[in-house]
Every structure is written in C-alpha cells, then in structure tokens.
C-alpha cells in the first residue's frame, strides 16, 4: 500500500536557519504529494503541493520540489523563524473510485529558537 | 475565507457511550472526509463519502463507526459504543474535486473515552 516516510524530530534550530525536512514515499500509480502544517492547537494546514513529477510547490518561503526518480518530496526554507515552529506533515493523495485520501507521514516537529 | 468547522472542539464520554462528531464541510465542496490522529501518532484516514454515500474506507471505520449527511451542510461521524483506544483528535475535511485538489481540513474534535 501506499505510504510516507519523514525524516524524525524534533528538528530544533536557530532563527534564520537553512531547514530541510526529508520525505519520502511509496505510491502506486501517480500520486499527488502536499505539505500540511499543524500550528500547537491547530488544525492542519495545507503548506504546498506539487502534483507531477519536477513541479515544485512553494508558499510563504517553503519550497518542495516532487523528484520521481527518488520518490521525494523534501521541505526546504532558506530562513526559518520563532513563528514557523511547528508539526509538519507530509502527505500522499492517489486518486480513488470515489474521491482521493490522504496517506500521512507520522510528522516532523520544528522548533525555532532566537 | 470559507472554513470547514467542527464541533465540539472537546467532547468526553464514558467507555461504551455512543458519541456524534459534526462537521460543517465547505458550502460547495462535493467530497468528505474523516480523519483521526491519536496522541502523539501519524494522521490515519478513516473515511471518504461521495454523492451521499461511503466512497471508501479504511481497517479502522467498523461496524461502530458510520457517517452521515442529514441535511445537506452537516457531515457526522458517529461511534456506537466508544472504547477507550477511540481517543483521539478527529478531523473533518472536504474538497471540491477529487483528484489534485487539496482537502481542507477542520480543527478537529479531541475525543477522550474514559
């Protein structure tokens, strides 16, 4: 079956650190892959999305770009801040009889220190 | 922005009581979904419902659980008879399309079985 494996936490660094979260997944067919963040006492979040392969997803300095030949999907932001501190997920969706879920991977912690 | 809503954002019951989670998905969004993260784990898909009906579901969603869409805006998930392995934060999502369209997800209902 289909599944998401990321890299464990907690990742803790220093504002205006260079981030990487690893992701990587097993999927038949092709899957569309996203990043959701979950804020401490928050819902999920969706981050960004890419949804064939090479296409890179990027929203508030994020980026992941979707590598088909080593089936990933890293997380990347060039200068973290206090306020990016939180879970990340990443995520897989194959498209279904009826409707596409979501496989999850078991989350990232960042914290972000001054 | 339109929302997906959930309540309550906290519900306990007893082990054995039968308890109802109810969403309020995106006003035209045309698929749901149900998910639950129990404390500290990896979010697991639960359900996905589609012209009024369970499009697909996973090992978790047995015969205790069912969903529903009673009135054209609610979307519920109800337990039977909880257990306490039921505790966990339960989220609601929708999305317009399957497909590549990202769900939208709630900010999720804690539910504590004692």
């Known amino acids: 079956g289909d599944s998401v494996t990321q890299m464990e936490g907690p990742v803790t660094l220093s504002e205006e650190a260079f981030l990487t979260i690893n992701c990587t997944y097993t999927a038949t067919g092709y899957p569309s892959l996203f990043w959701y963040v979950q804020y401490p006492g928050e819902g999920l979040q969706l981050l960004l999305k890419a949804t064939k392969a090479d296409d890179k997803g990027s929203n508030k300095g994020f980026e992941a770009t979707y590598r088909k030949e080593t089936t990933s999907f890293h997380l990347e932001k060039g200068s973290v801040q206090v306020s990016d501190s939180a879970v990340y997920f990443c995520a897989l969706s194959t498209v279904t009889g009826g409707g596409n879920k979501l496989t999850f991977g078991t989350g990232t912690q960042l914290k972000v220190e001054l | 922005e339109p929302e997906v809503t959930q309540t309550p954002s906290h519900q306990v019951t007893q082990m054995g009581q039968e308890v109802i989670l109810r969403c309020v998905p995106i006003s035209n969004h045309l698929y749901f979904y149900w998910y639950r993260q129990i404390l500290g784990q990896k979010v697991e898909f639960l359900v996905s419902f589609y012209n009024n009906e369970i499009s697909e579901k996973s090992e978790i969603f047995d015969d205790q659980f069912s969903v529903e869409r009673p009135d054209g805006s609610n979307f519920t998930l109800k337990i039977r008879s909880t257990k306490l392995e039921d505790s966990a934060m339960y989220f609601c999502?929708?999305?317009?399309?399957?497909?590549?369209?990202?769900?939208?997800f709630g900010p999720g209902t804690r539910l504590t079985v004692t």
């Open positions: 999502a929708s999305s317009p399309r399957q497909g590549t369209y990202e769900q939208y």
